[in-house]
């Protein structure tokens, strides 16, 4: 597992907490996506510790007959308080490297 540092950006193994995030964010980013999303999964994430946790995840999803890649930016505070999402890359290819993006 790597180290997390504040304000760093590591990169790291999906875990069961981060699929569940990206689960929780389904109905925003079909909204984002104006499309039905049939199946989604994170392959893999980067994490920024700063006030809380912003993800940059790369996410496979279903949506028709097709399968594309995006790159999501989900903020979670460290309250307590709900992730959000923040913004979507689409286009993606599954060899693109998650960069930081704003």
């Not at 994170?42 to 279903?62: D, E, T």
């Not at 307590?80 to 490297?97: H, M, Q």
Request: net charge neutral; proline share 3%; aromatic share 6%.
């Amino acid at each position: 597992m790597a180290v997390k540092m504040h304000g760093s950006i590591s990169t790291s193994p999906v875990t069961d907490d981060v699929q569940e995030i990206v689960q929780s964010l389904k109905d925003r980013m079909e909204e984002e996506l104006k499309r039905k999303v049939e199946f989604l999964h994170a392959l893999l994430h980067r994490a920024q510790v700063a006030n809380g946790i912003s993800y940059f995840v790369k996410v496979v999803f279903v949506a028709g007959n097709a399968a594309e890649c995006i790159h999501i930016r989900v903020f979670k505070p460290v309250a307590g308080e709900k992730p959000s999402l923040v913004k979507i890359e689409t286009n993606k290819k599954l060899s693109d490297e998650i960069t930081y993006f704003s």
